[in-house]
């Protein structure tokens, strides 16, 4: 039986048909609509509306993995300030009663951790998922409780973390991929914007390469010690396409964690993610 997964995020949205087996057996990306004009709720219709059709599904199980805080159990959109407009308060169940009554809703990094738990087994009992891209995002998972999304549905915003007067930045704002490619802009790096091009030469030992990185990574593991004595997690999952980078990331990270924690405190396994592409969409349809 075929299920729709969607991914909403503020550049793209992801629609995928995924059958039982889990494989895609369709897909589609359009562009994210200013959400002011052109409504998200409205494309996103569209889209689903015409898999089904393709398909001849009769009301499909439709995954939504969105930007955002989600009240999953509202299948609603709580909050989600300057990321995407006017988009507090939109109801997926409302808005796609029509096509279906079957429908879950997850926050994206929620999603993308439990895509990444559906294809990878963790011995480890509590796992936290930390995704570095335009902004950091943060999903917990417990074995004996599954996603812990807080009694607001607002835990895990750690990208509010670590607000600081003298420079008027939060964690997001300093160790987000986005900081750094700011940084790197700021550094007049000569690749500009380039990230893995900014790896490979730090490998080759260049001296501005490794400075950026360092402050950059310095700046993510302040925000990790934090999550370490929050949550005292088994692991702890890098998630975005820098992660994509694997241990090269976490040799910059790993070892300046201890710099932000009491000697001796000790910290999770560290790794980057395993499922490199559409983890969001194999999440979105997890009941």
């Not at 004009?37 to 219709?45: A, F, G, K, N, Q």
């Not at 299948?75 to 279906?100: E, H, R, V």
């Not at 891209?133 to 998972?141: N, R, S």
């Not at 987000?176 to 900014?198: C, Q």
Request: proline share 2%; aromatic share 10%.
């Amino acid at each position: 039986m075929y299920k729709i997964a969607v991914d909403i995020g503020g550049t793209n949205i992801k629609v995928a048909v995924i059958d039982e087996n889990l494989e895609m057996i369709d897909y589609k990306k359009i562009n994210t609509p200013n959400n002011i004009d052109v409504l998200i709720i409205d494309e996103t219709y569209k889209v689903i509306q015409s898999f089904i059709e393709q398909y001849n599904l009769k009301k499909p199980h439709i995954g939504i993995s969105s930007a955002g805080v989600v009240n999953s159990e509202l299948g609603q959109i709580i909050y989600t300030g300057p990321t995407i407009k006017n988009f507090d308060g939109t109801n997926f169940f409302d808005a796609f009663k029509d096509l279906s009554t079957d429908i879950t809703v997850y926050n994206d990094v929620d999603a993308a951790l439990l895509g990444e738990l559906t294809f990878h087994n963790y011995e480890e009992d509590n796992i936290f998922c930390l995704t570095l891209g335009t902004g950091i995002g943060g999903a917990f998972y417990s074995k004996s409780s599954g996603i812990y999304q807080g009694s607001r549905h607002r835990a895990n915003e750690i990208g509010y973390l670590l607000y600081r007067v003298e420079d008027e930045k939060t964690f997001e704002q300093r160790a987000s991929t986005s900081s750094l490619k700011a940084l790197m802009l700021e550094r007049k790096f000569e690749s500009e914007t380039d990230v893995p091009k900014l790896f490979d030469l730090a490998e080759e030992g260049n001296s501005q390469a490794l400075d950026i990185l360092n402050e950059w990574s310095n700046h993510v593991a302040e925000g990790i010690a934090q999550i370490q004595i929050i949550y005292d997690p088994g692991l702890i999952l890098i998630g975005g396409g820098i992660s994509s980078q694997g241990d090269k990331l976490l040799k910059y990270i790993e070892p300046k964690i201890h710099n932000y924690l009491p000697s001796d405190y000790g910290i999770a396994r560290l790794q980057t993610t395993k499922t490199e592409n559409h983890a969001a969409l194999f999440g979105a349809i997890k009941k």
